[in-house]
């Protein structure tokens, strides 16, 4: 009788413990709403489902992420732009609020995705369907004011912009603007989803996201031709990853994940 009750307690033991190894805790995953928008929230409940692990979203920027990387916030941040460059846009934020460069932590990693395609948008009443970066850069930093001098509509130029911390508005003001800043009356937005709201509230809008996103969320915008602006989407983290980040890494780097990249 004694030996059977011990086995009944070796029992529980032995199941509790094989429970409690198979359930992973919560994953959070703070920055780029690109990513946000272009796997994960896609590919999350196949996540939950090959792995066990259930993510939340704090889609953020580029920028805020990472500094909630630095601060202890998250063990890993979602990022639409390279190392170096997501670095430099989380200083940007720190700069814009008055605060001192953070110090930033060695042994960073990023840990690619997929690659993304950053495309001018403008509204759709627009005639306009091809614009080279020299035009594009023109309208944005207010050089160009109204459509007429880039052969559109006799129609004033509304420049629409996303936050100090989005990746997007970094790589488009790099590559196309040549770092130049945008027009002084140019809105400036907290998310892609209100950068294309804009766009399609002002006839005269022009804006620059994601293509991914774009597809999702067209709104009453559409895309210019120009040359094309890519950048690699993925996750960072200090150091190698901890267990439940590297399953996250490996499930959309595998075929059945790749299949939820948007």
Not at 93 to 107: F, Q
């Amino acid at each position: 009788m004694k030996e059977k009750f011990l086995q009944m307690i070796l029992f529980v033991i032995v199941s509790t413990i094989l429970t409690a190894s198979s359930v992973m805790a919560d994953v959070a995953l703070w920055g780029s709403t690109t990513c946000q928008k272009r796997f994960l929230e896609p590919g999350a409940d196949a996540l939950k489902a090959a792995t066990g692990i259930k993510i939340k979203i704090y889609g953020i920027g580029t920028g805020k992420g990472m500094l909630a990387l630095f601060e202890g916030k998250t063990a890993v941040a979602i990022s639409s732009n390279t190392l170096e460059e997501s670095i430099k846009t989380a200083q940007k934020v720190r700069k814009k609020a008055g605060k001192p460069l953070i110090e930033v932590p060695e042994g960073l990693k990023f840990h690619t995705i997929t690659e993304d395609a950053i495309v001018p948008i403008i509204n759709i009443k627009n005639p306009i369907t091809e614009l080279s970066w020299e035009q594009l850069a023109d309208l944005n930093t207010g050089k160009v004011k109204n459509w007429k001098d880039v052969g559109g509509p006799d129609l004033p130029v509304q420049v629409i912009t996303s936050h100090a911390g989005s990746s997007t508005k970094a790589v488009f003001k790099k590559f196309v603007m040549e770092k130049a800043e945008y027009a002084p009356d140019a809105i400036e937005v907290l998310s892609t989803r209100l950068e294309i709201n804009e766009v399609s509230k002002h006839e005269g809008g022009i804006g620059a996201i994601s293509t991914g996103f774009f597809k999702l969320n067209q709104g009453r915008a559409k895309i210019v031709n120009s040359d094309e602006i890519k950048r690699p989407i993925g996750l960072i983290t200090i150091g190698e990853p901890n267990r439940e980040v590297q399953k996250i890494i490996d499930f959309f780097r595998s075929d059945e994940g790749k299949k939820y990249i948007r």
